[in-house]
């Protein structure tokens, strides 16, 4: 069976290839497109995924598309008309939203991909992001819990899915929540709020969160509350999403709250209003927290499972995760690496595969490096070009002793390995890399790398085999932090040496490298830990503020090229800044 | 020199400009928007950097992305210190159109263009960029303000003085034509952006046409159901819909 799996039209598109039971390649638009969030039709990616597999469309089996478009387009026009007449202004923009591209799904991947209208297959949102949680996990048996902003009708959900013995595999969602009650509609709009964008700045909530005191925790509360049968519902007196296009929250969360923050307006947490704004997030945070630990609490008891599988943008917020993990009562607690949307992708491929099709059920390697590879020659060529000294590493050894030289001498590393990650995390192979010793690391990272706000940590990376060392790791906190998943306290012995990760609460986001998985940048930690004494390494994702994460060498050198990044490597390819330029100055004078 | 003087348009339009940028709110809400047009510049010049195969090129386009987006940097740092010294509130209409910022509304799709081509556009881009900041930097009323665009001014030069030459190098015997087909696009981008945004509105009062029209029935008997809806699950029914179904 050849199965493609798509997702596409709301925030970062994506395409997935299931061959005989097994992904085979899965990548975001964005990444190829070089448009950040590319929510377009993922031309780009479907055509490298079937070009990589050496696929003709017609030799496809099935095209799955991640959710329902006509049961959306149902929920945008019975939203409207709950709304009616305040919807009047959002109306007529939702229509062309929807009636464009984003009703004709099966139109469109028919003549857009040559297939035919029968091979075309549609899961439901939350099927495909449950499928995305629980069968890429390695989980026998687990309780299922998707919450994002909302799919089609669906903000959350809670199932349970099992493999069989003889090979077969179930899914079953047992209830579900609805659109408007959302936990991502209500993180969202306390996103906005805080004058962050939306779909994207919901990570620096939950940075900003540890600065404040959640001293509104009782009124967030009050506006997210439960209902008597344990789900979830939302004051929708303190919204507006769901009646106007305009802004998501309504006066009388500003008259709780206080005036919102204008993007773009300094944040500075030293003035009332710096220090009301991070109190609002402490508090949003919180209750989002307590609200599904509670949730998964009850699910718990429910299924008497011990595992649990997390899915849907909601479970990017590693705070959280960390309390379910800590406090639901599931032993073990499994979040992909593209938890949200575009995961969907690869989780519809999966769910045709196995549960339409009834397909037997094959272990799913257990990594995030699903999409293009990098070739070193490219690099090289750029460098040459360009009249840059190039390096080529003998041997793994040499390479990894080489960087870890570098980047123990405290130079910023482009580091770019193997296949790219699919989802917002970088994990190791397409990574900047630097010391994790001191904050001012993180400043210059900040400054001349990554320029962007300061109150968000950045990411330390270690070997799966040290990782208790230096971070207090639950029972399962390994897991989470396989693909940065799950924020845990920083020892507090190590916290001084580890000032560039620690972020001001005194936790980290951490990733616990498998050696089986990503062995020369497992290698790279212990190198350096040999040379410093501790084999930790900060990581952040490749890219520049406002670009997506790097995928072929030649962005990656770009991305080298614009920014302080004083060393970039592919496979075993080192290419270093000249140190004095005068690249300038010539080039002006050719000009 | 009479390449980078300020068309006559943008001249008559001075005092347009001036009452623009008299407000200091409005002013700074624009650096800030003009920030965020600089940097998807940049971005585009570093995506022209990573598609051309000409190695001149790219070192080019790559110190051009570099300047676009210190221009950003600039922009967003001169915005943001008048915003925090004029206090929060302020939602002036911002009057983009009126006083686009680089670029303007010119749009770009870095891979569907050849290297003469794209500079040929970018040579016209920057051309017009340099006479409306030319403008811009005469009427701004605070110094500070003026002396960022005097800095960027300084680069925009450069910019549209290398546009130009390199596209004399790459497209010897073609470059006049070449610019005169950016011309033309431009101008014919310009009418279809009219053209679709006129398009737009003309499908916003038919969709609020029928708004009115056709949906308060409906509304009515949504709003009924809406009322009958317990809050807490939904219990999903026992007979899912097949994957063929996209209802
Ligand atoms: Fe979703
Ligand atoms: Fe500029
Ligand atoms: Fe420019």
């Known amino acids: 069976m050849r199965i493609l799996g798509i997702s596409a039209h709301y925030h970062d598109s994506a395409a997935a290839l299931v061959v005989d039971g097994l992904p085979v390649c899965a990548i975001q638009e964005e990444r190829l497109s070089r448009r950040k969030n590319d929510s377009a039709f993922p031309l780009a990616a479907v055509e490298w995924c079937l070009d990589e597999a050496g696929l003709e469309p017609e030799e496809l089996d099935a095209v799955v598309f991640y959710e329902k478009p006509m049961r959306k387009l149902e929920r945008i026009l019975v939203t409207a008309l709950r709304a009616f007449p305040r919807s009047w202004r959002s109306f007529p923009q939702a229509m062309k939203n929807t009636l464009g591209e984003k009703a004709w799904v099966k139109g469109i991947i028919a003549s857009r991909l040559g297939v035919p209208a029968r091979k075309i297959l549609f899961t439901e949102h939350h099927q495909s992001h449950a499928a995305a949680a629980f069968l890429t996990s390695p989980a026998r048996e687990a309780a299922i819990l998707t919450a994002d902003g909302v799919g089609e009708w669906a903000t959350l959900t809670e199932g349970r899915g099992s493999r069989s013995p003889d090979g077969g595999c179930a899914i079953e969602l047992l209830r579900e929540l609805r659109f408007p009650h959302s936990l991502g509609m209500f993180y969202s709009t306390f996103t906005a709020y805080l004058g962050f964008e939306v779909n994207e700045g919901e990570y620096k909530v939950m940075g900003l969160a540890s600065y404040g005191e959640p001293r509104f925790a009782e009124q967030v509360r009050a506006i997210l509350r439960p209902t008597a049968d344990g789900a979830l519902e939302l004051d929708l007196g303190y919204f507006d999403f769901h009646l106007s296009g305009r802004r998501a929250w309504s006066s009388r969360l500003v008259d709780v709250f206080g005036p919102p923050r204008s993007p773009g307006h300094p944040l500075d947490l030293a003035t009332p209003d710096g220090k009301r704004f991070a109190d609002v997030a402490a508090s949003v945070q919180r209750v989002l927290e307590d609200r599904l630990v509670e949730l998964t609490r009850a699910l718990r008891r429910e299924t008497g499972l011990r595992d649990l599988c997390l899915g849907g943008g909601v479970a990017l917020n590693g705070c959280a995760n960390a309390r379910i993990l800590n406090e639901s009562g599931f032993e073990r607690v499994f979040v992909p690496p593209a938890p949200g949307d575009a995961g969907c992708a690869l989780g519809a491929a999966l769910y045709a595969d196995r549960i339409h099709f009834g397909g037997r059920d094959r272990p799913v390697p257990d990594h995030a490096y699903w999409g293009c590879p990098v070739d070193a020659g490219e690099l090289e060529r750029l460098a040459r070009e360009d009249g840059l000294e190039v390096e080529l590493a003998p041997g793994d050894r040499a390479l990894v002793e080489r960087v870890a030289e570098e980047l123990a001498n405290g130079r910023i590393v482009g580091w770019m390995d193997g296949r790219c990650e699919l989802g917002p995390r970088a994990l190791g192979n397409r990574s900047i890399l630097a010391s994790p010793a001191s904050a001012d690391m993180r400043d210059r990272l900040n400054r001349e790398v990554k320029f962007r706000e300061e109150f968000r940590p950045f990411a330390p990376a270690v070997p799966a085999g040290v990782a208790d060392r230096y971070f207090e790791l639950p029972p399962g906190g390994a897991r989470l932090g396989r693909f940065m998943s799950g924020v845990f306290p920083v020892r507090p012995e190590w916290r001084s040496r580890l000032g560039a990760v620690t972020h001001v609460d005194g936790t980290a986001r951490v990733q616990v490298v498998d050696p089986e998985v990503s062995p020369r940048f497992h290698a790279l930690l212990l190198a350096y830990g040999a040379r410093t004494g501790i084999p930790v390494l900060l990581n952040t994702s490749f890219n520049l503020s406002g670009e997506p994460i790097v995928a072929r060498a030649v962005e990656g050198y770009s991305t080298f090229r614009r920014s302080g990044i004083d060393l970039v490597v592919a496979g075993r390819c080192i290419v270093a800044k000249a140190r004095a330029s005068g690249v300038r100055r010539e080039e002006e004078a050719v000009s | ?247």
């Open chain 2, 1 to 247: 020199m009479d390449e980078h003087r300020a068309p006559s348009l943008e001249r008559i339009l001075r005092p347009v400009h001036r009452w623009v940028w008299r407000d200091a709110h409005r002013c700074a809400r624009k650096l800030l928007t003009f920030a965020a047009t600089e940097a998807d510049g940049g971005r585009d010049l570093s995506r022209a950097a990573e598609l051309t195969t000409d190695p001149l090129l790219r070192r080019l386009f790559l110190r051009h992305a570099l300047d676009e987006s210190h221009h950003a940097e600039l922009f967003r740092a001169r915005g943001r210190t008048m915003l925090a010294a004029l206090g929060g509130g302020g939602g002036w209409l911002e009057a983009r159109w009126l006083t686009p910022g680089e670029r303007g509304g010119d749009d770009l799709r870095v891979e569907d263009v050849k290297d003469a081509s794209l500079l040929a556009f970018l040579h016209l881009s920057e051309k017009v960029a340099a006479a409306r900041f030319e403008v811009y930097r005469d009427v701004i009323p605070d110094e500070e303000t003026r002396e960022v665009f005097r800095r960027i001014l300084r680069d925009e030069v450069f910019h549209v003085h290398y546009t130009r030459t390199q596209l004399e190098r790459i497209a010897p015997e073609r470059h006049r034509r070449e610019l005169w087909l950016a011309r033309a696009s431009r101008l014919w981008k310009g009418y279809l952006r009219v053209a679709t945004a006129l398009a737009g509105r003309l499908g916003t009062v038919i969709l609020l046409a029928q708004y009115f029209l056709v949906l308060p029935l409906f509304a009515l008997a949504a709003k009924r159901a809406a009322r009958r809806e317990r809050p807490g699950w939904s219990e999903r029914q026992r007979e899912q819909p097949t994957l063929e179904s996209q209802y």
